[in-house]
Structures are given as structure tokens and as C-alpha cells.
């Protein structure tokens, strides 16, 4: 039986810390610069692709209603990047921390990783201010994110590191295939995504070598037992995805002071429970890099994705 090391090239389709420092050395934004004073959100655009948003088909709702929906998509979409980077940066902390006297690239390339994760959940902290403040009602979302950290940082770091690539790499597609090109959305709401888009890019690579580093001396069946508690952390995802679709739904009818009849809750929840489940998990799970990565330990288990991703598309 071969072994992870000999399967795995994420190095070979060029990604190295050293690049990845550099990249993210050059990108560097400063929080103020982006959010706050003059830099407001504006409530009467779309924040969301509707590609991710889905409420097109919500046929009983009005044009604003449908608008106010994408708006609570948006502010729960950030919140959720939010609540994920909180357990990506302990992840990170103690990834490095064994080898902190390595590859110096590999130390610093880590660091300024974690260091813009930190960023990110204090912006996105500050956008759910804003949002609040100019949407007017309270909008809930999953939490609290230490308790959600804990469940998921309790599974083999593997299964961990191949939850958060997925997650790397479908931030990339969002932007590039849903956002940078709609003129319609709010230019404020859109910056922030093109910022945050920009760091991740370096750490989509990086996740490649930490999987890499995780799997390097794993057989076959470790491997495999990895991959099955990366499905388990996608099952909690979806559960909380769940949470997250009543959430919205409460949300929408505060807002529009409107009660929606059974019927349709109904075609909402199944409508709106898909768009997240396609949002968080099924982009990730069809991005060609991702499962590339997958194919380098193994091509069944991108065959399993390939197999399991549209019941979440
Ligand atoms: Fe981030
Ligand atoms: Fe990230």
C-alpha cells in the first residue's frame, strides 16, 4: 500500500509558504480603511449574489421583501465567516505552535494567516454593528461561536483542515463567479467581500500545505477515517444551517411585519434551506482546487464528494 506522502503533491501545483507570505505581505488592509465614516452599507441594494441568496423564486414575497431577505442573508453570511474564523485561528495557533524553530517561511506564512483571521472576526464584528444599527431589527444567527469552535476543534485536525479548505476555497468562488462582476450589489457590502477575498486567496494555498503536512506519514485507512469526520463536521454545519434558515425566517417576518402563511414557511424553508446549504458546504465541496486536493489523497474520495456534493447544490 502506498502511502499519504507519496499521493500527496499539493506542492507540485506551486503553492509554498514563501509564496504565500509574500502575496499577503503586498495585500495588507487596514480595517479603518475600509469600514466606518463615510463607507456605509446601502439598504436599498442587494448585498448577496442572487445565486447564493435564491429568493427570486419566493414568489409571494414583494421586490423590497425579496431585497430585505438578501439583506439578512448578507448580514448572516458575514456573521457565519465570523463564527467559522473563530475556530480557524486556534486551529492555526496550534498547527504552527509545534514548530515554531522550522522553515521560517512556514512560521511567518502561518502567523500572518492566523494574524488576518483575527482581522477578519474583528471586521466582520464591526460590520454586524453597522448592520444592526441601519437594518433596524435584530437578526439572529448560529452561536455562540466558542461552543460551535469546540465541537468542531474536537474532531482529528485533518478532518479540521480539510473543513476549513473547503471553506477557503469556496470564498473564492463566491467572489470571483458571484460577486466581482453583479453592478447591482452594494458597492460597501462588496468591498468588504473583495477585501476579505484578496487575503484569502493566500490562505486557500496554505490550507493546501497544512492538509498536506497533516496527511504526510497517514496510511490509507487514517486517511479515510479523516475524510469520514470531515462529512461528520459537514453534518453539524448542516444542522446548524437548519438553525440558521428559522433564524431567517423570523427575521424577514419582524422586518416586513408580515406573517407568512403555512404554506409559505413551507416553500421558504425548503427554498431557503438549500441556498445555505449550497452557500457553506456544496460550493465548497464542487471547487475543482478542493477537490483536487482530495484527488491527491486519494481519487476515491474525490469520487465521494463528486457523489455527495449535490445534495448540497
Ligand atoms: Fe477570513
Ligand atoms: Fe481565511
Redesign the pocket.
Known sequence: MSTATEMVNTKSQGYTYQAALTASQKVNWRIEDIIGGDKRLDFSKPFMPESLARVESLDFLSADEKRTLNQIRGNAYLCI?GVV?EF?LPFLMDHARPHLSGDDYRVRALLQFAG??AK?IHLFKRFREEFQAGFGVECAVIGPADAIGKAILAHDPMAVALAILQIEWM?QQHYLEGIKDDQDLDPQFKSLLRH?WM??AQ?ARLDALVVEALAEGRNREDIDAAFEEYLEIGGFIAEGLVAQTQFDLESLERATNRTLTDSEREKFVQVQTQANRFTYLGSGMIHPNFQAILQSLSPELKERIQQIAPAFC
Open positions: 465567516f474564523e480557524i488576518e483571521e477578519h470564498t476579505h487575503e484569502e490562505h
